[in-house]
C-alpha cells in the first residue's frame, strides 16, 4: 500500500481538488482506494462519495488519530490519499510523518513559489528525520491557459529541491463546478474533455506504476 498526502499548509492552493479527483482516478484504475480527509471542513470526503462512492472515505483531523490509524487504514487498501488542511500545523506533520509520497499544489506565480519555502518547511523536516522520505513533487494548479513556467519560477522550485511536475492543472470553471455538481471532471461531459485530459495525463507522470495495464488484443 502507498500513503499519499496532498500538503501546502497555505489554503485554497487546489489540495481537495487533487485530492479527489486522484482518489477517484486510482479507483478506476483498478486500485483499492481510502481518502482520509484530514481537514476539519470535512469537504472531500462529501465530495468523494457522490463522485466515487466505491472510494472508502475516512475524516481524521487530529494528529494523534492520523499517527496512530493510518497505516491500519492504508494496510487494508491499495492507495490511502490524505488531503491535508490549509492550516493546522500539526495535522500537516502527522502525515508527513506516515507518507510515502506528498503531493504539493501550489499556485504558479512567483509570489506563491517563494510562500513555498516556509509552506513546505515541515515537509523537509519530516525528509531529514525520515532520511528523504516522503518522496515529494510540486504541482502547479490553477496555471493561466497561456502560462509558461519562468525560469525564475523553476530556479525557487530547484532551490527548494523539489521535483516540478511537467503537467499541471489549468485555471478553469469546470474544476470549480466539479465539488457542487459532486462529480469529478471526467464525469462531466464534452465542455470538460480538457480539463479530463488534463488530470489523467498528470496523475499517469505522477504514479505510472498505478496506470491500469491495458489488457493485450489477442
Ligand atoms: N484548476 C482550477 N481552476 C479553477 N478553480 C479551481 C482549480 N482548482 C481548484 N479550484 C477551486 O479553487 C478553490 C480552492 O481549491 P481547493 O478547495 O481544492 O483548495 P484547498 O487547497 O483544498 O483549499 P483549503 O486549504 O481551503 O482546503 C475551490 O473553490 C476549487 O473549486
Ligand atoms: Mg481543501
Redesign the pocket.
Known sequence: MTVITIA?S??????????VHLAAWLHEQGHRVTLADC?T?Q??SEWIREAAPEVRAVRLNNPDHILNELPALAAETDYAIA?G??SQTETSRALLLRADLAIV?CKASMLEVRALAKATEVLRQAQDIRGGVPEAVIVL??VGKRYRLTKDMQDAAAALQLPLADTA?????I??D??GQGAVVWQMGARARTAADEVHRLFAELLPEAQRRKMKSA
Open positions: 501546502n497555505k489554503g485554497g492552493v487546489g489540495k481537495s481538488t487533487v485530492a481537514d471542513q469537504s472531500s488531503d488542511p490549509g499544489p494548479c490553477m492543472m489549468t485555471l478553469r470553471q474544476y470549480a466539479a465539488p
